[in-house]
């Protein structure tokens, strides 16, 4: 599991305008992406459709900072960290 980059400037100037993950799912299996803020509180949840190897989250609605995520596909968690900047 990864990202095409670890800081997201959502600024409309199309580069990193998006945080773009990209994970294994050898069985085409569905899950989800949890995002969090630094204290705690979850403040997306994405679905990954069976069959899915990226997804991407578009951050405007959040302010900037470190947030945590939990990518979950077939039963398996992958977590990390990403800024966003504004």
């Given at each position: 599991?990864?990202?095409?980059?670890?800081?997201?400037?959502?600024?409309?100037?199309?580069?990193?305008?998006?945080?773009?993950?990209?994970?294994?799912?050898?069985?085409?299996?569905?899950?989800?992406?949890r995002i969090f803020d630094v204290n705690g509180r979850q403040v997306q949840r994405?679905?990954?459709?069976?069959?899915?190897?990226?997804?991407?989250?578009?951050?405007?609605?959040?302010?900037?900072?470190?947030?945590?995520?939990?990518?979950?596909?077939?039963?398996?968690?992958?977590?990390?960290?990403?800024?966003?900047?504004?």
């Amino acid at each position: 599991t990864g990202l095409t980059s670890r800081f997201v400037t959502p600024n409309g100037d199309g580069k990193n305008d998006y945080a773009v993950f990209v994970f294994n799912n050898p069985r085409d299996a569905g899950g989800m992406i949890r995002i969090f803020d630094v204290n705690g509180r979850q403040v997306q949840r994405l679905e990954i459709m069976p069959g899915m190897t990226s997804l991407e989250w578009d951050p405007r609605g959040v302010m900037s900072g470190v947030y945590l995520f939990v990518v979950t596909v077939d039963d398996v968690n992958n977590s990390g960290a990403l800024v966003v900047l504004r």
